[in-house]
């Protein structure tokens, strides 16, 4: 094969990864117009067609389903050892992409990563708000942010906060207004602030604990949105009653701008982790960055 086939087989796995011709572009860093005339050249250099373009989507063809399938994981492979090789140098360098909750970023990642990346120029962080538990393997992350129930066992586990409580919240015009619920069935009969999770398509199920008793709760309202801090300005503002972290919700009860409801609900979920696969090549930037997120005291064994 031709070398210059190696770089084609690059754009070729980024477009049919990204199922785009706009947005492979944009990751490479090149123009639609040359990312296309590239495939095009490789696929006459092959003598085959490796990707079946429409009007509105772009798939690899059965050819182009086995280059994927059989080259992408060792390219894979060889940018990992280059890599590997690159870190033997005296500083940590490369870059690190994680995928949080922005409530997670903005009260743990960020705080910590702040700190630490002035002694570490030639290492970069690229981070993303994601909701919806992204697989960061498939993905191309390095580390991904989730509760600890939520974390796969084939995945490396390392804490990074204590136990989380969620609260149910409300300003108390919209209590004088709307008696407060007095059982989670009550909150069907609230405007509820919802939370729209990507990869499953619907609204957050309302996750309520009482000692043993376990409810989920499918609550509705007027206004849905993708992030923590929206639901909780929403709830400020008078909307209605949001389900956040009570650590973020706290100080604004404490000021008067929200009340707690059906305090006895609250349910505490296992603290926030940063996982990574466990079969992935740790460099030394990544061990840094892993380090700076660390819990203290964490747990035996975590």
């Known amino acids: 094969m031709l070398r210059e086939n190696v770089t084609d087989l690059l754009a070729f796995i980024a477009v049919a990864q990204e199922g785009s011709f706009t947005r492979a572009a944009a990751k490479l860093g090149v123009t639609q117009s040359a990312l296309s005339h590239t495939l095009r050249g490789l696929e006459a250099r092959m003598g085959v067609r490796l990707l079946s373009r429409t009007t509105r989507s772009v798939a690899p063809t059965a050819a182009g389903e086995r280059l994927l399938k059989t080259v992408a994981p060792r390219l894979e492979e060889i ?3 280059l890599a590997a090789v690159v870190e033997t140098r005296e500083k940590p360098a490369g870059t690190i ?7 997670a970023i903005d009260s743990i990642l960020w705080p910590r990563l702040s700190k630490v990346l002035p002694d570490y120029p030639d290492i970069k962080i690229e981070i993303v708000v994601d909701y919806g538990l992204s697989d960061i393997v498939a993905d191309r992350f390095d580390i991904g942010v989730r509760w600890g129930n939520q974390v796969a066992k084939d995945m490396i586990a390392v804490r990074i906060g204590p136990d989380a409580r969620l609260a149910i919240v409300a300003s108390p015009a919209y209590v004088k207004m709307h008696p407060a619920p007095r059982q989670p069935k009550d909150l069907l009969h609230h405007n509820c602030i ?3 999770l990507p990869t499953r398509g619907g609204l957050y199920a309302w996750e309520l604990r009482k000692g043993k008793k376990e409810i989920q709760v499918r609550v509705d309202g007027q206004c849905t ?3 923590t801090y929206q639901m909780l300005n929403a709830a400020i503002d008078g909307a209605g009653l949001a389900f956040v972290p009570e ?3 706290q100080p604004h ?5 929200l009340v707690y409801v059906l305090e006895d609900w609250f349910p505490t979920f296992p603290g926030p ?3 990574y696969p466990a079969r992935r090549e740790f460099s030394r930037a ?4 892993v380090e700076a997120l660390r819990m203290d005291a964490s747990p035996a064994g975590e």
Request: net charge negative; proline share 0%; no cysteine.
């Open 79 to 81: 940018e990992n050892e």
């Open 97 to 103: 992409r994680i995928t949080a909750t922005d409530y």
């Open 194 to 196: 919802t939370l729209r």
């Open 225 to 227: 949105f993708n992030g």
């Open 247 to 249: 650590d973020l919700a």
């Open 253 to 257: 009860v404490a000021a008067g701008r």
């Open 273 to 275: 982790h940063i996982f």
């Open 286 to 289: 990544l061990a840094v960055v």
